[in-house]
């Protein structure tokens, strides 16, 4: 490489015989004022009018906690500054502050939690690598096409590979991926995305909307179903074991037993819902002429037969499930974790199997392995620099005394009905700031944190609604197959039906799952 060579200077070396570029505007204080820059000033003014007019009960620390977080949060909403710059802030503003030590602070940007999806998203760039995740959407969807074909369950069908593919890979990556599988599908019927026709509610053109919003909303409902599946997930994961570290942390196995249940029923329910607005009865003789199995045969045929790279990563993909369902079973069948005297977590199945792709050949050439360094180069820091931000701002709310304070600030809570299942947040770095909120007002209203916090959590995921809610949602938009009220409209029913769903879930079987009757022991 470039800097390998000791001839190779550093820096670039200006070229005198190209021509000068023109010279830069002046600078003037007008230049300055834009909003772009008030809102970069936004976060530190926050933070300094909070340390000079806000007092507490407490230690100074609590203070400038609340201050920091103001000034991260204010960050984080307007991304006056980049998301991953704003997410590595209390890095230098938690010892600044005095709220921790810089050792102390760092310690929480690498949780085993946060290696759990370091591990995990090296998987999925195995994943895309061999094009694993495009043989699998093929091969579910021939199943599902019928002969003739059968708009419903050939919906069915697309719907629930990106469900199920959503279960084990991050829900973003997940859309990103099933989208340009599910377009290509659609690229054989008479519609351009780009003209005026697709408003046009014709049979063929509502399917194009039902199979977008499909994969739009699936990609999300599914990753609901792991602990791997979406960012709040983890976010929630890493906020209760910060918090209440002597309880019981919510492992992967343990969130699938709810989140399964959740999903199944939420997506079905999708699936319902797009059937009843866009696929009519002339829908099955419409698309009969484009769409059939001979097609989705040739796509597969393009592949070829499975190679022994996909089979490789197939098979390190299915360890891997098999070894997160198992490490802790039940209090009778301990897993496998119990061999390692509780010391191994998901972090370290996650961890462990990326290094497999850096040993197991690919058997396309001589020495080369399943991954190499070079397409990790791919790997979305800015969500692992958020999960981190997310176990800081825990540990510092504690360590402060702010938690403290907000629980006892809170009193008035006990008074209302702790029921709260819909908190409607547009991306991860909102329910960072609300997962631990909860928590506080779950102890002043006296009950579980979790009967509070996970029903926060799922509800922070019903964005569905608006094309800004969640970057699916920006995906399928993007498309030009479904405008705002397509959204609007879907959404809207999906969002209702899902609250009820988690209204009647969580003091059921949630109350099973995190035993969360009686309290926290």
């Given at each position: 490489?470039?800097?390998?060579?000791?001839k190779?200077?550093?820096?670039p070396?200006?070229?005198?015989?190209?021509?000068?570029?023109p010279?830069?505007?002046?600078?003037?204080?007008?230049?300055?004022?834009?909003l772009?820059?008030?809102c970069?000033?936004s976060?530190?003014?926050?933070?300094?009018?909070?340390?000079l007019?806000?007092?507490?009960?407490?230690?100074?620390?609590?203070?400038n906690?609340?201050a920091?977080?103001?000034?991260?949060f204010?960050?984080?909403?307007t991304?006056?500054?980049p998301?991953?710059?704003?997410?590595?802030?209390?890095?230098?503003?938690?010892?600044?502050?005095?709220?921790?030590?810089?050792?102390?602070?760092a310690r929480?940007y690498?949780?085993?939690?946060?290696?759990l999806?370091?591990?995990?998203?090296?998987?999925?760039?195995?994943?895309e690598?061999?094009?694993?995740?495009?043989?699998?959407?093929?091969?579910?969807?021939?199943?599902?096409?019928?002969?003739?074909?059968?708009?419903?369950?050939l919906?069915?069908?697309?719907?629930?590979?990106?469900?199920?593919?959503s279960?084990?890979?991050?829900?973003?990556?997940?859309?990103?991926?099933?989208?340009?599988?599910?377009?290509?599908?659609?690229?054989?019927?008479?519609?351009n995305?780009?003209?005026g026709?697709?408003r046009?509610?014709?049979?063929?053109?509502?399917?194009?909307?039902?199979v977008?919003?499909?994969?739009?909303?699936?990609a999300p409902?599914?990753g609901?179903?792991?602990?791997?599946?979406?960012?709040?997930?983890?976010?929630?994961?890493?906020i209760?074991?910060s918090?209440?570290?002597?309880?019981?942390?919510?492992?992967?196995?343990?969130?699938f037993f709810?989140g399964?249940?959740?999903?199944l029923l939420?997506?079905?329910?999708?699936?319902v819902i797009?059937?009843?607005?866009?696929?009519?009865?002339?829908?099955s003789?419409?698309?009969?002429?484009?769409?059939?199995?001979?097609?989705?045969?040739?796509?597969?045929?393009?592949l070829?037969?499975?190679?022994?790279a996909?089979?490789m990563?197939?098979?390190?993909?299915?360890?891997t499930i098999?070894?997160?369902?198992?490490?802790?079973?039940?209090e009778?069948?301990?897993?496998w974790?119990?061999?390692?005297?509780g010391?191994?977590?998901d972090?370290?199945?996650s961890?462990?199997?990326?290094t497999?792709?850096f040993?197991?050949p690919?058997?396309?050439?001589?020495?080369?392995?399943?991954?190499?360094?070079?397409e990790?180069?791919?790997l979305?820091?800015?969500?692992?620099?958020?999960l981190g931000?997310g176990f800081?701002?825990a540990?510092g709310?504690?360590?402060?005394?702010?938690?403290?304070?907000?629980?006892k600030?809170?009193?008035?809570?006990?008074?209302?009905?702790?029921?709260?299942t819909?908190?409607?947040?547009?991306?991860d770095?909102?329910?960072?700031?609300v997962?631990?909120?909860?928590?506080?007002?779950?102890?002043?209203?006296?009950?579980?944190?979790?009967a509070?916090?996970?029903?926060?959590?799922?509800?922070?995921?019903?964005?569905?609604?608006?094309?800004?809610?969640?970057?699916?949602?920006?995906?399928?938009?993007t498309?030009?197959?479904?405008d705002?009220?397509?959204?609007?409209?879907?959404?809207?029913?999906?969002?209702?039906?899902?609250?009820?769903i988690?209204?009647?879930?969580?003091?059921?079987?949630g109350?099973?799952?995190?035993?969360t009757?009686?309290?926290?022991?």
């Open positions: 490489m470039a800097y390998d060579d000791p190779t200077s550093l820096l070396v200006n070229d005198r015989s190209q021509p000068s570029s010279p830069p505007p002046p600078f003037s204080l007008k230049s300055m004022a834009t772009k820059n008030f970069i000033l976060g530190p003014l926050l933070c300094a009018v909070i340390c007019c806000v007092t507490f009960d407490g230690p100074t620390t609590s203070r906690m609340l920091v977080t103001a000034w991260v204010a960050w984080w909403l991304e006056a500054v998301m991953p710059i704003t997410s590595i802030a209390p890095l230098f503003l938690f010892p600044l502050f005095g709220i921790a030590s810089a050792d102390g602070v929480s690498m949780d085993d939690v946060v290696t999806l370091l591990g995990s998203f090296m998987l999925v760039l195995a994943v690598r061999y094009n694993v995740h495009r043989r699998l959407a093929l091969n579910i969807t021939l199943r599902f096409c019928g002969e003739p074909v059968s708009p419903p369950f919906l069915l069908g697309i719907c629930s590979t990106t469900a199920f593919v279960m084990w890979m991050h829900n973003v990556a997940c859309a990103v991926m099933m989208m340009p599988v599910a377009t290509g599908i659609l690229q054989r019927l008479p519609v995305p780009t003209d026709s697709t046009a509610a014709t049979p063929i053109n509502n399917f194009c909307r039902a977008v919003l499909g994969v739009t909303y699936a409902i599914g609901m179903s792991t602990l791997t599946g979406t960012g709040v997930n983890l976010i929630l994961a890493a209760w074991k918090s209440f570290p002597e309880a019981k942390p919510i492992s992967f196995n343990t969130w709810f399964f249940p959740l999903a939420i997506f079905l329910a999708l699936w797009l059937c009843l607005l866009y696929l009519s009865k002339g829908s003789m419409a698309l009969a002429a484009y769409l059939d199995k001979a097609h989705l045969k040739r796509e597969l045929d393009i070829g037969p499975m190679a022994f996909e089979k990563v197939l098979a390190v993909f299915g360890t098999a070894l997160w369902m198992t490490r802790s079973i039940t009778d069948i301990p897993g974790g119990a061999l390692f005297h010391r191994a977590g972090g370290t199945v961890v462990m199997v990326a497999l792709l040993i197991l690919n058997g396309k050439q001589k020495g080369e392995k399943l991954m190499d360094w070079n990790c180069k791919k979305p820091w800015n969500i692992i620099l958020l931000a800081a701002i540990d709310m504690q360590s402060s005394g702010l938690a403290d304070i907000l629980s600030a809170l009193d008035f809570l006990e008074q209302v009905p702790a029921i709260i819909e908190f409607i947040t547009s991306n770095a909102a329910a960072t700031l997962v631990p909120l909860l928590s506080q007002m779950a102890r002043t209203v006296n009950v579980h944190p979790l509070l916090m996970v029903p926060g959590a799922i509800g922070s995921q019903l964005a569905f609604m608006l094309p800004t809610g969640t970057p699916p949602n920006i995906v399928g938009f498309t030009g197959h479904i705002i009220m397509d959204m609007m409209k879907t959404g809207l029913l999906l969002k209702i039906v899902g609250t009820a988690v209204s009647l879930l969580m003091p059921t079987l109350a099973y799952v995190f035993e009757k009686g309290g926290l022991q």
